[in-house]
């Protein structure tokens, strides 16, 4: 971690948890519509379908699932993999430059995947498969098998994250649809989207829009955000239009000068948020929403649970099955706090397509 020298203002934990939820629309949820608030997000977690709809459910006032469901269907917002090398729900405009952004790691990543490719022309490799999705939309069997007809020797999975990493793949539609069911199948983003890709950028203006939503933040912080190593130099590019804190650490924090930093004591309405969002994914230090011994709490082998915050921070977690939700909490709550946590829940329940009664609302054991 960087340490600051300089007498830097200190942001305490609340403090920087009040901050990041501002930014993130859960200290109050935002009027803006649901294409800008997946662009101001910078995209959403997407590892599974439901998680998108619930992230904006939590953030967004008057959000129904038809919205995103609408853009996605009108080819305004796509899934692909961006970020950490995870499915995002990304606009169209977002497809095309947050990709060839992180187009560096996805390049390295393939390192791993030497033994298995060896033989194989990347750059064949990738031609071959794009010619094969823009043809028709694929599964990732059948491109798997059509790549091991070319190269037999090669590692069958090998040859699929190399289709994957070489090529902007979206999933296309009705994959991600609300209430909708359909495999995975993909195509190329500039063929789904009838455009080129923009060239790699610079991260400059990246980096605002990072502290922007997931502000203030540490250089090693955006790193985890993007999967990206080396934004040093475009943090201290930018650092004349920047203001800089340290956390309780000393870690220097960078911040766009009118970003919202509300009060520590600011109040925070309970959030019933999806798994892998972002929230909890897109900082190397994660204090700031919870002590490190609960994390541990939200995971059970590679399965994610979704997370409940109460006062701003993890307080337990939560499933939905149909019309009931089970909330497991990892402490005790204040009457007045649990009434909240209930009217969340039932607010959650409705957005979602349900019905509201409490008896839908049960308090229980989530992680078996």
Known sequence: MTKM???APVLGTRALNRATLARQLLLRRSALGTKDAVEHLLGLQA???????????????????????????????????????????HSADDALTLRPLVQAARDRELHQFRKGLQGVDLDRLASISRELVEAEPRTMKQLREALLAEWPDADPFALSVAARCRLPLVQVTPRGLWGRSGQVTLTTAEHWLGRPSEPAPAPDATVLRYLAAFGPASVKDMQTWAGLTRLREAFERLRPELVTFRDENGVELFDLPDAPRPDADTPAPPRF????????LSHADRSRLGSADLKGRTWKGNQAYCVLLVDGFLAGVWR??????TIELFGTLTESQRKEVVEEAERLVTVMGGSSPSSDIRFGTVVK
């Open 273 to 280: 948020l999806p798994e892998f969002d972002n929230l909890f």
């Open 47 to 89: 590892q599974n379908v439901k998680p998108p709809y619930y992230a904006l459910a939590a953030r967004l006032d008057d959000f129904a699932p038809e919205a995103l469901s609408r853009l996605m269907a009108d080819r305004e917002v796509v899934r692909l993999v961006t970020m950490r090398s995870t499915i995002h729900t």
């Open 320 to 325: 939905q099955e149909g019309e009931i939700l």
């Open 5 to 7: 020298t300089s007498a």
